[in-house]
C-alpha cells in the first residue's frame, strides 16, 4: 500500500513539473525565446505525436533556429490538424526559402479565415508584401559561377580568406574592436594600411561602421561613416575595391529580404560623402543572414558569407568568379529560379583553382592547400593528413573520424533528399517517405554525437601523446 501510494504521489509530481515545463515553454515561446522552448517542445512532440498545437509550436521553433526541412511536415501536420496560424508559417516557410509563389498560396488560405484578429491581419499583410518584394528580386536574379563551398563555425571565417596585398586585409575584430555581431564582424584596411573600417556599437543605433585614419605613426580617433551608408539598424562588415571608391557592407536596415542583406555604394574621397547604397541582386542577397561580399580583383576571385539553408550555429562561405558587369538570367523557370537563388549548383570543376582559401598553420606538414582536410589541433596549428600524426592511437581515432564523417554528411544529404522530395511529393508518396525520414532523423544526432567524440579524442590524445 504504501509502495501504491508512493507511485500515485511520484506520478502526480512529474505531471507537476512537466505542466510547469510545458507551460514555461509556451511564455518562452510568446517572447520568442525559441531555442529555449525548443527541447521542451521536442520531447513533449515525442510523447505525443498527434497533438496539433504542440507539433505547431516544435515546428515554429525548428523554422526559427534554422531547421526548415524539419519544420515542413509538422507544419503541414499541423495545418491538418486546423490550428490557425499553421498557413502563416508555412508562407513564411517558404519565403524564407525562396519560393514565393507556395509562399503567397498558404498566406491566402489563411488570410481567408474570417476570423484572424487585427494584429494577425497586419502581420499577414506585412508578410505579403515582402513576398511580393522578392517576386520581383528573383525576377534580377544575376548569372553568378559558383565554385566552392565552405561550411565552416562563424567564427572561422576570416581565418580562411587570403586577399592578394592589393586587394587589402580583412580580418575579424580585435580586442581593440570587440564590438561584433553574431561573431560576423571584421575589420578591412586597404593596401596602404593607412585606414581602419570597422563596425562598433553606439548609443543612438545598433552597429555603426566607422573609420580610422594612420597620421603619422598614430591612429586618430574614430569617424563614423556619413549617411547613407550607416542606418538606424546594424551596419557592419565593410570591404572597399581596388578602385578606393566601390563600398561593400552588410546591413538588417528595412527594404532588404531578411535578416543582413548586402548593399554597394561608391564614395567620393573629396567630399567624404557617399551615394544611395543599392541593395545586391539575389543570389548574393537571401532570406537569411547575408554576412559580407569580398572580391579579390587581381585573383577574380570572390567570397560570400551567408547562412541560408546552413545548419545552426554555422555559416558558408561560397567561392565564385565576379563578373565585370551585372549579367541577369533570362528565360528561367520559377523552379529554376529558386535554385539558382539558393545556390545549389557549385561548378568544382574549377575547385583547384579556389586555393586563396587557406589554412592558417604557416608550417603545414605537407604541400596539400585543400581547406576541407584541415584537421586543427590548436589555433593556428592544424594536420592536414592521417600521416601527420605523431601518437598512433590518435591517427587510428582520426582515421575513424573521417570515416564517421563522410558517413555523417552522405546521411545529412540523403535526408535532405528526401525532405525535398517530400515537400513536392503527393500524399502516396509521403507515405513511403515518412518512415525513412523519421529512421534517419532518429540516426544522425547519435551519429553527430559520435563524430565530435572521436574528433575530441583525436586531439586531445595527439595534444597529450604525441605534442608532448
Known amino acids: 500500500m504504501k509502495r501504491l501510494v508512493f507511485l500515485c504521489l511520484l506520478t502526480t509530481l512529474l505531471g507537476r513539473i512537466n505542466a510547469q515545463s510545458l507551460d514555461q515553454a509556451r511564455a518562452w515561446f510568446l517572447e520568442e525565446k525559441y531555442e529555449l522552448a525548443l527541447p521542451v517542445f521536442e520531447r513533449e512532440h515525442q510523447k505525443n505525436r ?45 519565403y524564407r526559402d525562396l519560393m514565393p509563389e507556395k509562399a503567397a498560396e498558404a ?76 561573431h560576423t564582424g571584421m575589420t578591412y ?27 603619422l605613426g598614430y591612429w586618430s580617433k574614430p569617424e563614423r561613416l556619413p549617411k547613407p551608408v550607416n542606418s538606424l539598424q546594424d551596419d557592419l562588415n565593410p570591404f572597399f575595391l581596388q578602385d578606393g571608391s566601390t563600398f561593400y557592407f ?10 543582413l542583406d548586402l548593399y554597394v555604394t561608391r564614395s567620393n574621397p573629396n567630399t567624404n560623402s ?14 537569411a543572414n547575408d554576412y559580407f ?32 558587369t551585372t549579367v541577369l538570367h533570362k528565360d528561367k523557370t520559377p523552379e529554376e529560379r529558386v535554385a539558382l537563388a539558393q545556390i545549389l549548383d557549385i561548378d568544382r570543376s574549377r575547385i583547384d583553382e579556389s586555393q586563396d582559401l587557406v589554412p592558417v598553420n604557416p608550417n603545414p606538414s605537407s604541400t596539400s592547400d585543400s581547406v576541407r582536410e584541415l584537421f586543427f589541433i590548436r589555433d593556428n596549428f592544424y594536420y592536414d593528413s592521417a600521416d601527420s600524426f605523431r601518437s598512433q592511437t590518435a591517427k587510428m581515432i582520426y582515421i575513424r573520424y573521417r570515416e564517421r564523417s563522410k ?62
Open 50 to 94: 498527434r497533438d496539433g498545437s504542440i507539433s505547431y509550436w516544435y515546428a515554429v521553433c525548428l523554422l526559427e533556429t534554422g531547421d526548415h526541412s524539419a519544420a515542413l511536415p509538422l507544419l503541414e501536420y499541423a495545418k491538418s490538424r486546423r490550428v490557425q496560424n499553421a498557413d502563416y508559417y508555412l508562407a513564411v516557410l517558404h
Open 107 to 182: 498566406l491566402e488560405t489563411y488570410r481567408a479565415n474570417k476570423r484572424l484578429s487585427e494584429a494577425n491581419q497586419q502581420r499577414a499583410e506585412a508578410l505579403q508584401t515582402e513576398i511580393e518584394r522578392l517576386q520581383q528580386q528573383l525576377e534580377r536574379i544575376e548569372n553568378i559561377r559558383f565554385i566552392d563551398r565552405l561550411q565552416l563555425a562563424k567564427t572561422e571565417l576570416f581565418e580562411r580568406i587570403r586577399l592578394s596585398k592589393e586587394s587589402g586585409h580583412i580580418e575579424a575584430l580585435t580586442s581593440e574592436h570587440p564590438d561584433s555581431s553574431a
Open 189 to 215: 584596411a586597404p593596401e596602404k594600411d593607412d585606414r581602419r573600417y570597422y563596425a562598433t556599437h553606439t548609443d543612438t543605433a545598433g552597429l555603426d561602421l566607422f573609420v580610422k585614419h594612420k597620421l
Open 250 to 259: 552588410a546591413s538588417n536596415r528595412p527594404g532588404g529580404l531578411g535578416g
Open 274 to 287: 557617399y551615394f544611395l547604397p543599392d541593395r545586391l541582386n539575389i543570389p548574393f542577397n537571401s532570406t
Open 293 to 324: 561580399l569580398v572580391i579579390d580583383e587581381l585573383r577574380n576571385r570572390g567570397y560570400l558569407a551567408s547562412d541560408r539553408n546552413c545548419p545552426r550555429d554555422s555559416v558558408y562561405l561560397y567561392t565564385f568568379i565576379p563578373n565585370k
Open 407 to 468: 558517413q555523417y554528411n552522405e546521411q545529412t544529404e540523403r535526408l535532405s533528399q528526401l525532405r525535398k522530395r517530400y515537400a513536392q511529393a503527393d500524399d502516396a508518396t509521403r507515405a513511403t517517405l515518412t518512415q525513412d525520414i523519421l529512421d534517419l532523423e532518429k540516426q544522425l544526432p547519435m551519429l553527430q554525437q559520435e563524430v565530435e567524440q572521436l574528433e575530441r579524442d583525436a586531439r586531445n590524445l595527439e595534444i597529450s601523446e604525441g605534442l608532448k
